[in-house]
């Protein structure tokens, strides 16, 4: 099976312009999450979507940030405008039932 | 407050010693556990688990050992070998629906020909 795709891979913008990141899960995974490391720093928690449903956006570092999952496939973060404190890594990661979580390669995003 | 913690951010072994990564949590309520290893400009991959009502679980050089009362895991590679050499995240998480991962900052594991 396919795993969890995101695009794209890499992305340097300047401070205040407008980043979008997408996230293709496994095909027929609910469960879809997104995840931030920082300057090597642990992975953290941004939000969870259940099918199209945000489930858990605790994580959200604040309302710059914007995610969506339409029709419960794919999901964008979209992070508007981006300030230097947003480089990092972001993972997306699809899970089924249990606990197998699926990681995407992520997206390096560069705020300069 | 960091939830998860991994006190060593790096550990160079020999090939075919043991590796020894370790792990501390604080919140007496997550009941499951998880290893990940992650190659550069890789994502994540899952290693191997264990649950709160266990105190070892094995997957062939690799055992995790959990020890809830001084909420403290541990993971053992024997042997090591140079494909090991990778950042090993551990993370824990509560059961439900829910299952978010809390993760530690990682061990870098540099395993030495």
């Known amino acids: 099976e396919a795993g969890v795709t995101q695009f794209p891979s890499h992305s340097v913008i300047e401070k205040g312009q407008t980043v979008t990141l997408r996230c293709d899960p496994i095909s027929g995974h609910d469960n879809l999450y997104w995840y931030r490391r920082v300057m090597g720093k642990e992975i953290k928690f941004l939000l969870h979507?259940?099918?199209?449903?945000?489930?858990?956006e605790s994580g959200m570092p604040n309302n710059r940030f914007l995610a969506e999952r339409t029709g419960g496939t794919y999901s964008t973060l979209k992070v508007q405008p981006a300030e230097l404190e947003d480089s990092g890594v972001y993972f997306c990661?699809?899970?089924?039932?249990?606990?197998?979580?699926?990681f995407g390669s992520g997206t390096r995003l560069t705020v300069v | 407050d960091q939830q998860v913690k991994q006190n060593s951010p790096s550990l160079s072994v020999q090939e075919g010693r043991i590796s020894i990564l370790n792990c501390d949590y604080t919140?007496?309520?997550?009941?499951?556990f998880l290893w990940y290893k992650k190659y550069p400009a890789e994502g994540p991959t899952f290693l191997i688990s264990?649950?709160?009502?266990?105190d070892k679980n094995e997957d062939g050089r690799f055992t995790v050992f959990l020890n809830k009362s001084a909420k403290h895991l541990s993971l053992h590679i024997v042997p090591s070998q140079p494909g090991d050499s990778a950042v090993y995240f551990c993370a824990a998480s509560f059961s439900g629906s829910a299952r978010q991962l809390t993760f530690g900052s990682g061990t870098q594991l540099t395993v030495l020909p």
């Open positions: 990661a699809s899970r089924d039932g249990g606990y197998g979580y699926t």
């Open positions: 919140n007496s309520m997550f009941d499951y």
């Open positions: 979507f259940v099918k199209e449903s945000k489930q858990d």
């Open positions: 264990i649950s709160s009502i266990k």
